[in-house]
């Protein structure tokens, strides 16, 4: 088996080291087109792979093996499935699926009063966090929570439930 860890931030860097400190498998990265190489209020995916000595390939080299999990993880490419020969694809998405698809999952259940958040862990499926969700993880959003500060609940808790259900992903125990 072979680990693809697509994406940006602390969330990617984390799980990087995670699955590199804890597992014996090839691992490479795939970074956003953003990616600068230096780490600010977020760490570099990029910096880390280079630190690291962990193999940074594009996309489409991916898409070539049978023996992958690919991990979207703040990733900026939509996946389209029917490319890859691993049917082993999925996204960590910042919210509590089905609710808030899509961008902007930091702001939205701040501004619509919501008193409780979480991360999905899901398969990637053709649609846009459509596919079936492998695991959650729910938490308190505090009354002086802004965008920011859910943000980075975000990161945390989706870190800790990537980490988790990082060998059933690998095992293929879904």
Known sequence: MRLFIAGKNSIAVDVLNYARINFEFPIAVILNKTENFTNSFQKSLGFYAKLW???????????????????????????????FKTSLLFNIHFSLLPAYKGMYTSAIPLLQGERRSGVTLHVIDPGIDTGNIIAQKEFDICENDISRSLYLKYISIGTELVNENLINLMNQKI
């Not at 991916?62 to 939509?78: G, P, R």
């Open 53 to 83: 000595k962990i193999p940074i390939v594009n996309l489409e080299e991916v898409y070539k093996y049978s023996d992958a999990l690919f991990i979207s993880l703040e990733f900026d490419q939509i996946i389209k499935p029917n490319l």
